[in-house]
């Protein structure tokens, strides 16, 4: 499928609490722990600084992401977001054909049509949980560019096991693919990052953001992780400070030493897996036959129903995410985020009350 620009319409997302009465606001999958005390303390710091330019190149804040890596800050770029990122990445390496299973998150499509890329989009099977399998492999050819994958998928929440992964990056390599990788919700898996294969695979770009983990979407923070001749290609395609001096200040600050980033992550992973079961448990014991579930291992859950669920919760006060404009899906999708214990009690009291 050839994408117009003219024909692409602007990329919708959760989070539309401007225009709308919202009491809870479950469309947006951030940590539910919330922003991290030392980040919060950088940010206060740092509003202080803003009367100066952030750090030209991002230098300091890649180097800091490239030790916690185990990376050279050459194999590091930062963006205002993941977003930018994807992008810069489709204006630097000019795919012609592009693959993007479906659902995914509509960002990649606007990429692409950012540089009039040919798409295939690949339809996941919803009879087997929307997952990734290796008939993904029939789709990707010598002619195909780049292929556009998430870890875990959006607005799915299922991962990619470590061995599809890895034939998959041998299959793309044999073919000349580039893997454009999104990994903004592997912190919540406990599954290991694939930057650990980013010098055995040059045709691997890992694209990763703070924005979710830590609680941090208005502060728009984004990095990539690739070797470092693509960096430089990708680095072309980002303007002068495209990183604030807040979003600097907040990224530094969560590698600082005064505080455990992994006990953090392990405390958000233990946590989400027992709101994510306690929304699931819950929601099944209302519902029964009349809503689907599907299988996630990050802080969010899509669900499908008859249901007007977007419509009668915002009655409420309560906001979720309509997936109906996701290809792929349609009328009856919607996505709910993991959030604090209250509010997911709240929501399963709310839907309990919409059931009767």
């Known amino acids: 499928m050839k994408l117009e620009n003219s024909k692409l319409q602007r990329p919708r997302h959760g989070g539309d609490i401007y225009t709308k009465k919202v009491q809870s606001d479950f469309s947006v999958n951030v940590n539910p722990l919330g922003i991290p005390q030392p980040v919060k303390q950088a940010l206060t710091a740092a509003v202080l600084q803003t009367a100066a330019y952030p750090e030209y190149e991002n230098r300091l804040l890649r180097e800091t992401i490239a030790r916690d890596m185990g990376l050279r800050m050459e194999n590091v770029l930062c963006g205002n977001g993941a977003s930018e990122l994807f992008a810069a990445v489709v204006h630097a390496l000019k795919p012609k054909k592009a693959v993007i299973p479906l659902p995914s998150f509509y960002g990649y499509e606007w990429a692409c049509g950012m540089e009039h890329a040919d798409v295939h989009y690949v339809r996941l099977q919803e009879s087997e949980g929307f997952a990734v399998t290796e008939s993904l492999w029939d789709s990707l050819t010598a002619e195909t560019d780049m292929l556009f994958l998430a870890n875990p998928a959006n607005p799915v929440g299922n991962g990619i096991s470590e061995d599809l992964l890895y034939e998959l990056f041998v299959h793309c390599r044999t073919c000349g693919i580039t893997v ?177």
């Open 180 to 356: 454009l990788l999104d990994e903004c919700f592997i912190e919540f898996t406990g599954q290991d990052s694939a930057v650990k294969w980013l010098n055995e695979f040059p045709n691997l770009v890992v694209v990763r953001a703070f924005t979710k983990i830590y609680a941090v979407p208005g502060i728009r923070l984004g990095y990539l992780l690739a070797q470092e001749s693509i960096c430089r290609k990708i680095a072309r395609q980002l303007p002068e400070w495209n990183v604030s001096v807040l979003a600097q200040a907040a990224g530094i600050a969560v590698y600082s030493a005064q505080w455990e980033k992994d006990e953090y992550i392990r405390q958000t992973v233990r946590f989400t897996r027992k709101e994510r079961a306690y929304l699931e448990s819950g929601l099944k014991k209302i519902f029964g036959d009349g809503i689907t579930i599907f299988l996630s291992d990050a802080n969010f859950l899509l669900l499908k129903t008859e249901l007007p669920l977007y419509e009668l919760l915002l009655e409420q006060g309560i906001l979720i995410r309509d997936c109906s404009n996701y290809q792929g899906l349609g009328n009856g999708y919607y996505r709910i985020a993991v959030k604090g214990h209250g509010e997911n009690r709240r929501l399963i009291s709310e839907m309990r009350n919409i059931w009767r």
